[in-house]
């Protein structure tokens, strides 16, 4: 090509490459901490499958149109980026940059900027200020980069925030001062203020409390909870966002639920897809506008760092066969291509090989398959169509830092806070899987009796405030209250079975010291899939799992907890288990063919294992 130029730069830095690796390959942080400006994208699907991606921006007096070609990389060991310009003073632009390890605690960089000119103003910027420029940019944050890594420096780049004025100021005090008396700010709130008004904007655009709490080393609880009242304070906005199951990225967002689509539509994998809380609805902040507005726009559509779940993607050109060097962890895998097409489902074993993936078809359909294994550290991509693909290798585990809808929903505060967050009437979604807990007092009747109407009632009040104060510390929120039970629900089971020990636990200390006589709390839990609905203005359960945990409550005697095989399955539950007095008991129950095996457990001391077959009672409750 006429005129094309390079220039590379190497860098020592004084870190893992793993380190290095999350900082730099964070091209969006690393765009806008150069200076570069946003831009909005187009996506246009083509008859292949693919989808051409067209951006515009201005830099300066400069207005810039080009095509956006997939981004390249091996994650932990390089990227490519490159753009193909129809307006601006440059033709092609491609960045590389490659980590190699030098040692445990050090690795090199190399970086690459290739560009070639579309007229006389190109030719003159390459041969002058356009690689001075990029070298001084890549050196400045290479040295940040190298810093943060070490942990040296407490953010990635230096970046200076909009300056706010004191009106601005002024409210967010106010604010800051309002989340902490709620109860809700555990001493965080002027800390979340600070990261609003001095954060880079790729931080701002979608804020992930379960991220956030990871990098404040801050229970996930509390933050979740700051964020919740931020959010009904003013300081933040929330967003249900319906992501992407393939690049995870959210193609629908929405301030209420009940505006909440059915599905969406994703032009970057041209696919259609359905919402479901526990996989793909997620709930994101952002800074509310009055306190930072977040300019609209991309810095980088998809880099390794927006999208960390996905280990390889590397275009392949048509009827071509590309090997790369790749480390995958074991653990399960996903391949399928960057367009539109097949997905297949990989499990990496200790010290196996990665098959060839292999791509093949035409016009009448497109195959993934797995191949012969390439030698170890290697991946060999093999594709057979007639057009150029970009192959895909992502983890198969879902964003471990995405805000569920399943598990916000099931918090108490969000509950307390947003108890106008419901569906639209009719609309019902599901949930993969929710942990129920049904409580009721035994003998209630004969308790109203005994003492009289008045304080018999304030005992009860007194019994749900302790219930709730222990569901919310166990991450659940109560769902309902009838006569005297409630119905509680959890995201993690491991927390639902340890709120329902410690309640067990609490009642025997109360009554220890209750002049009115001891009560006794009837307890039942089940975990499985459900449907939420909005019932009596509030989100609410429905299904088979929560009529089985309702039965099961149904079968405590009082001051046992009664559990369904399912929920002491769990790996988390049966670890709580061990040692735990109990006996496994089964009952034929109202609405279920075939008798049920449950688990019932003591008081909750550690006095044998649980074992032995189930043992049938006659009770149909």
């Known amino acids: 090509m006429a005129g094309k130029r390079a220039q590379e730069w190497t860098w020592r830095f004084d870190a893992p490459a793993e380190a290095v690796w999350s900082v730099l390959a964070d091209t969006a942080r690393f765009n806008e901490a150069a200076g570069l400006p946003k831009h909005e994208i187009e996506e246009t699907p083509q008859p292949d499958g693919s989808v051409l991606y067209h951006a515009e921006a201005r830099q300066g007096p400069v207005r810039l149109a080009w095509r956006e070609l997939p981004v390249n990389w091996v994650a932990g060991r390089w990227f490519e980026h490159c753009r193909v310009f129809s307006r601006g003073p440059l033709a092609r632009l491609c960045a590389t940059f490659e980590l190699t390890p030098t040692g445990d605690e050090s690795c090199r960089g190399r970086y690459r900027i290739e560009a070639e000119p579309a007229g006389l103003l190109g030719r003159l910027l390459l041969a002058t200020v356009f690689f001075r420029s990029a070298g001084e940019n890549f050196t400045r944050l290479a040295g940040q980069a190298n810093l943060f890594a070490q942990g040296l420096r407490d953010e990635p780049f230096d970046y200076a925030a909009p300056e706010p004025g004191e009106s601005v100021r002024g409210r967010v005090a106010q604010m800051v001062a309002e989340i902490e008396a709620s109860g809700h700010g555990h001493g965080l709130a002027q800390r979340l203020a600070d990261f609003l008004l001095a954060a880079q904007e790729v931080d701002l655009a979608r804020i992930r409390p379960l991220a956030l709490a990871r ?13 919740l009242q931020a959010t009904r304070s003013g300081l933040l906005e929330l967003s249900w966002d319906l992501l992407c ?19 969406a539509h994703c032009e970057t994998c041209n696919i259609d897809y359905e919402r479901d809380f526990s996989r793909n609805v997620e709930l994101s902040f952002r800074p509310a506008a009055a306190v930072r507005p977040i300019v609209f ?8 760092m927006s999208t960390p779940h996905i280990r390889l993607h590397v275009t392949v050109g048509a009827g071509e066969t590309r090997r790369v060097a790749a480390d995958l962890a074991t653990g399960p895998y996903r391949a399928r291509s960057l367009e539109k097409g097949p997905e297949l489902d990989l499990e990496l074993a200790e010290g196996a090989g990665v098959p060839a993936l292999v791509l093949a078809g035409a016009e009448d359909g497109v195959t993934i398959e797995a191949g012969a294994p390439a030698p170890a550290g290697e991946v060999a991509l093999v594709n057979r169509t007639p057009w150029p693909r970009t192959f895909v290798v992502e983890s198969r585990a879902w964003v471990a830092e995405a805000l569920t809808a399943d598990r916000v929903t099931a918090l108490q505060a969000f509950r307390d806070l947003f108890s106008d967050q419901v569906l639209r009437p009719g609309d019902e979604v599901s ?7 049904f409580t009721d007092l035994a003998a209630s009747t004969a308790l109203y009796g005994r003492i ?35 119905m509680a629900a959890f995201a993690d089971p491991a927390q639902a079975l340890a709120a329902a020990r410690e309640a067990q636990a609490a009642t025997a200390a ?18 499985g899939p ?17 009529n089985l945990a309702a039965r099961l409550q149904g079968q405590s005697r009082g001051g046992d907890i009664v559990i369904s095989e399912t929920l002491a399955a769990e790996p988390a539950v049966a670890a709580l288990l061990e040692g735990v007095a109990a006996s496994r008991e089964s009952a034929r129950l109202k609405g279920f063919d075939e008798p049920v095996p449950f688990l019932r457990l003591a008081d909750g001391t550690s006095l044998e294992p649980v074992s032995g077959p189930a043992v049938d009672t006659p009770s149909a409750g």
Not at 510 to 522: E, H, Q, T
């Open 530 to 546: 459900c449907i939420t609905v909005t019932l009596n203005e509030r989100l609410d359960y429905f299904g088979g799992t929560v």
């Open 452 to 486: 009289g109407d008045a304080r018999a009632y304030h005992l009860v009040r007194e019994h749900f405030a302790f219930l709730g104060r222990l569901v919310r510390e166990h991450e659940g929120a109560v769902v309902k209250t009838i006569g005297d039970a409630i």
């Open 510 to 527: 109360f009554n220890a010291d209750n002049a009115d006589g001891p009560i006794r709390l009837k307890m039942g839990l089940h975990e």
């Open 245 to 263: 199951p393939r690049c995870r990225v959210a193609k629908a967002a929405t301030g209420s639920l009940d505006h909440l689509p059915d599905g």
């Open 297 to 304: 726009g991309e810095y980088c559509l998809l880099g390794p």
């Open 215 to 227: 990098r404040w080393q801050a229970p996930a609880r509390q933050v979740i909870e700051l964020c």
């Open 431 to 437: 949930v993969k899987r929710v942990t129920l807990l």
